[in-house]
């Protein structure tokens, strides 16, 4: 996660952190330590938090908005959240909000896009990490509790809709086991693909100069192989539009 700061802030960043989920506070201490930034912190309990005197606030985020002044934050992180949200949409909408224009945001959530989480897609209907649901489920933070499934193009298409630019993906790590059902795929993939983007483009008119980069990447190694999508974006500093520039990165680890 800190390399994916680095990477889309190299000359660094003066000012404020706001981290949402941040559950123990791990993330903040981590942030403070490598940029010396004011940490604040955002969840639905402050009960989790262990860094002493670290004031969290509590809000509702499928329901309330962020209660953040506008242009407040250079840095707002939120790992691992996403997928528990109804509209998660609607936060990218509030953090471009209060992100301070040049600043960075970076997202992680399961990488649902992985061999493994296709084939049990394919075998069961379900994703990795995105079972069947008790109905009223009280626990939403344990994985029973991922009620939103978001791929690497809708978050890159809400993240763009929303006005950032630069995007930037990554994986945290590769999962080897699925290297090895990669020879028996690799064909459907590779035709399958070529068959829907033909249809996607000239029967459908989906594709365009805007949201080709983003596709393209869906069958890319860290997609097929990556553990966790880990993504950055950045609010432009002037009022042009929105950027569909896409860097792909190495995994991190």
Not at 64 to 93: G, S
Request: charged share 20%.
């Amino acid at each position: 996660m800190l390399t994916a700061v680095q990477r889309a802030a190299p000359g660094g960043l003066r000012g404020d952190h706001l981290d949402i989920g941040s559950g123990t506070g791990d993330l903040l201490r981590l942030v403070a330590d490598q940029f010396r930034l004011r940490s604040f912190a955002c969840d639905y309990t402050d009960q989790l938090m262990k860094n002493p005197g670290q004031k969290v606030e509590i809000v509702d985020l499928n329901r309330a908005p962020l209660p953040f002044d506008d242009n407040r934050f250079a840095l707002v992180t939120c790992v691992e959240t996403i997928e528990h949200l109804e509209n998660f949409r609607e936060l990218i909408r509030q953090i471009y909000r209060v992100l301070q224009p040049g600043g960075v945001a970076v997202f992680s959530t399961p990488n649902i896009l992985n061999l493994r989480s296709r084939w049990r897609f394919f075998t069961s209907g379900f994703y990795n990490l995105f079972g069947p649901l008790a109905i009223d489920e009280a626990n939403i933070q344990s994985t029973r509790g991922h009620i939103n499934p978001v791929s690497w193009f809708y978050l890159a298409h809400a993240l763009l809709t929303a006005g950032f630019k630069n995007l930037t993906f990554s994986v945290d790590k590769y999962q080897r086991r699925s290297f090895l059902a990669f020879p028996f795929v690799a064909l459907p993939i590779y035709l399958g693909d070529r068959i829907v983007s033909y249809r996607d483009r000239e029967t459908y008119r989906a594709l365009n100069d805007r949201n080709i980069d983003i596709v393209r990447t869906m069958n890319s190694r860290d997609l097929l192989f990556g553990r966790t999508l880990i993504v950055t974006a950045t609010k432009p500093c002037g009022n042009g539009l929105p950027s569909g520039r896409l860097r792909p990165e190495q995994p991190t680890a």
